[in-house]
């Protein structure tokens, strides 16, 4: 099954534009995810297993490297960039 994630990113901390990036560059290095960013969030799409594994690694990963932080998620089946989904 196909799936669309939508995630904003704040964390607790002064200096939060490196956690940002970090977790942001860490999720492009999936090359079964494709990765869309803009000012506001990050969009993943691809197989929602495969979204689902590389969030479970990537979230635990960020908080253990920065602290405190916020992750706001959506998730909606398919894709929303209009590739069809099973």
Same mark, same amino acid.
């Given at each position: 099954?196909?799936?669309?994630? @939508?995630?904003?990113?704040?964390? %607790?901390?002064? &200096?939060?534009?490196?956690?940002?990036q +970090?977790?942001? @560059?860490? #999720?492009?290095?999936?090359? &079964? #995810?494709? #990765?869309?960013?803009? @000012?506001?969030?990050?969009?993943?799409?691809?197989?929602? +297993?495969?979204?689902?594994? %590389?969030?479970?690694? +990537?979230?635990? %990963?960020?908080w &253990?490297?920065?602290?405190?932080?916020i992750?706001?998620?959506?998730?909606?089946?398919?894709? %929303?960039? *209009?590739?069809? *989904?099973?």
């Open positions: 099954m196909k799936a669309s994630v @939508d995630i904003s990113l704040y964390p %607790l901390a002064d &200096e939060y534009i490196p956690a940002i +970090e977790f942001i @560059d860490r #999720v492009q290095k999936y090359p &079964e #995810v494709a #990765v869309i960013r803009n @000012d506001l969030s990050t969009q993943l799409y691809g197989d929602y +297993e495969q979204i689902m594994d %590389l969030l479970k690694v +990537e979230l635990r %990963l960020s &253990e490297r920065h602290g405190k932080s992750f706001v998620i959506k998730f909606l089946r398919d894709d %929303l960039r *209009g590739l069809s *989904g099973d």
